[in-house]
């Protein structure tokens, strides 16, 4: 059967210099407007004539736009295949209008499933019963069991009841891609790959329908969805299992299709956990160290938290972006804007996406599950409340320890230490507001460091509790600052301490000695960094930094 007909005729008379001209001459995808809520029947009779014909409609559902095909069509169905670029053993889900069409599509229907059909059809439920000889193999990727749902839309009813054929229909994107919740999110991925899409205008709910398995002992829930798991369990009356997205990631997995990278963006996605003022503070940390390298960061952020990132947004203008999701209390709100937001901030080219996460009751299942299939399992966990902090004690605040403070920055910023870590100096005899000493301002310049902003701080209980490292100049220093602040026992130590191999005992105060006394301090405290920063990585107040987890499959 060739279903372009006529098209040949026209194209006859052409002449073509490649494939690809032809290719593109041939298919040229027809976008047909319907009314979602009244559609016109000879529209969508326009685009039922094309599936009758073997070819491919892309159509709105509740839950996201479909891809169809005719179901018992196997040529058909393998251009849903070639469109979507999608693996031949990811099994395809058929569409009916009516409970009745399952009679020739399945050879039983289990009375929990009767149960289910007749509590959550027409619906976003999508139903495994064992396949009969009509559904070809290519549908079910040779499984014995077909997946069938009845979707909620008007627009998709009419579609299938005017066709008279059950529709074979994936998510209408390119594999891999966020599911399309609009026709032009649908175009972006599958434009001239396709004969029809019918706009019908955004998809309610935003995330797919739930794929429920009835046939082993125990209920299970293969993919979460648009109908929630309590209701399932409620309405069965046991209990109802559900397999993990991690578990999946991970590859293992009870369906095929589900081991692939799902609703992958072109950025790096991270899922952020925690409470959610956490999530916001490690959003705001993650991103000011991305944008700081030039790179754009797209937030999906609940709508309590959005005011939280405008500084950031003021900041970097047209590098960070906040797409509100919506409140936390509404998750059918932030379900229906989920992959439309992961498309935007592809759209809008950001290096990374950080997203906060959600309660996961109801529909929080659902996208859950999304969000941790889109970030391929990476989460950053929440930081320690402050950053780690490191403070520097000499005398009076203006020779070795500002000299130090500048020195440790620089050291431990050319070793790649993780940003964020706060390094300050003050003197246990320091008067305030003294500029550093002239000679350290020379040496640490010809270093390439600025200390001429430098002001000198007399040494107070809060910066002895709020560090949680104190490196003192002097054995005298450590000792006199353990007198006065109790706090400073079990984190101050001299430089010695904490590089014996290079410090031999106290560092000098090269003040009233000369630029060259400066010198060789400025050299000494170096040559002790390069020991010392690589050492405070491993301090514990930065292993609650180091949270990215990489997914494996
Ligand atoms: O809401 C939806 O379900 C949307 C709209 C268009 O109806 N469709 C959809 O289809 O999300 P798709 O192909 O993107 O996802 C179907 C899921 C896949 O995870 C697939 O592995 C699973 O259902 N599935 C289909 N047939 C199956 C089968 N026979 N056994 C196990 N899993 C099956
Ligand atoms: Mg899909």
């Known amino acids: 059967m060739n279903r372009f007909g006529s098209r040949w005729e026209a194209l006859g008379t052409r ?31 326009e685009a039922a004539a094309v599936l009758r014909g073997g070819g491919l409609v892309a159509f709105p559902t509740e839950t996201v736009y479909g891809l169809g095909a005719n179901a018992l069509d196997r040529d058909a169905v393998a251009g849903i295949f070639r469109a979507k670029g999608r693996p031949a053993d990811n099994p395809l889900i058929v569409h009916v209008s009516r409970p009745e069409m399952l009679s020739t599509l399945v050879t039983s229907v289990p009375p929990s499933a009767e149960k289910m059909i007749f509590r959550f059809w ?18 079910t990727a040779g499984l014995p069991q077909v997946a069938i749902r009845m979707p909620d839309h008007p627009v998709a009813h009419l579609l299938i009841d005017a066709a008279q054929i059950p529709v074979a229909a994936p998510s209408a994107n ?55 798991r309590e209701e399932i369990a409620e309405a069965l009356g046991v209990p109802v299992e559900v397999v993990s997205a991690e578990g999946e990631i991970e590859g293992s997995s009870p369906s095929p299709g589900m081991k692939y990278r799902h609703y992958a963006p ?32 797209a937030v999906l952020s609940s709508s309590e938290n959005v005011p939280a990132y405008l500084g950031l947004k003021e900041k970097f203008p047209g590098l960070f972006h906040v797409l509100e999701l919506g409140p936390r209390s509404d998750p059918a709100k932030i379900a229906s804007k989920l992959f439309s937001s992961i498309r935007r901030a592809d759209k809008l080219g950001v290096s990374v996406i950080l997203s906060e996460s959600f309660d996961e009751a109801g529909l929080g299942l659902a996208i859950a599950n999304r969000l941790t299939k889109a970030s391929g399992g990476k989460v950053l966990p929440p930081r320690s409340a402050r950053p780690l902090t490191v403070l520097f004690v000499c005398t009076g605040n203006t020779c070795r320890s500002p000299m130090a403070e500048a020195l440790f ?33 020379a040496v640490m310049k010809t270093r390439g460091v600025d ?6 701080m007399p040494l107070l209980p809060v910066d002895v509790e ?55 301090t400025a050299a000494l405290l170096e040559k002790a960094f390069e020991l010392v920063a690589p050492r405070l990585l491993k301090h514990p107040a930065l292993r609650k930094e180091d949270g990215d987890r990489s997914a494996s499959g």
């Open 451 to 456: 200390i001429s902003g430098h002001v000198s």
């Open 122 to 139: 027409p619906g976003p439920l999508t139903l495994l019963f064992p396949k009969s000889a009509a559904v070809p193999d290519i549908v």
């Open 409 to 441: 920055k620089k050291i431990w910023e050319d070793r790649g230490g993780p940003g964020g870590v706060r390094v300050f100096s003050r003197g246990t005899g320091a008067l305030p507001g003294m500029p550093a000493a002239p000679e350290a301002r």
């Open 15 to 45: 002449a073509f210099n490649s494939r690809e001209e032809v290719r593109s001459e041939f298919m040229k995808t027809r976008v047909i407007q319907v009314d979602p809520a009244e559609p016109d029947p000879r529209a969508v009779e």
């Open 466 to 520: 709020s560090s949680d490292i104190i490196v003192a100049m002097t054995k005298a220093h450590k000792e006199a600052i353990l007198s006065r602040f109790p706090a400073a026992e079990g984190k101050i130590f001299t430089l010695a301490e904490l590089a014996s191999e290079v410090v031999p005992g106290d560092i000098p105060d090269p003040l009233g000695r000369g630029e060259e006394a400066y010198e060789e």
């Open 174 to 228: 390119v594999s891999g891609r966020p599911s399309p919740t609009s026709a032009s999110d649908v175009l972006e991925d599958l434009d001239g790959k396709i004969d029809v899409v019918l706009d019908g205008g955004p998809c309610e709910i935003g995330v797919e329908s739930t794929v429920l398995d009835l046939s082993g002992t125990v209920p299970r829930i293969l993919r979460p969805g648009g109908i929630p």
């Open 266 to 297: 072109k950025g790096e996605m991270y899922l952020l956990t925690g409470r959610p003022e956490e999530q916001r503070d490690t959003a705001i940390q993650r991103a000011q160290e991305v944008l700081k390298d030039g790179k754009g960061v």
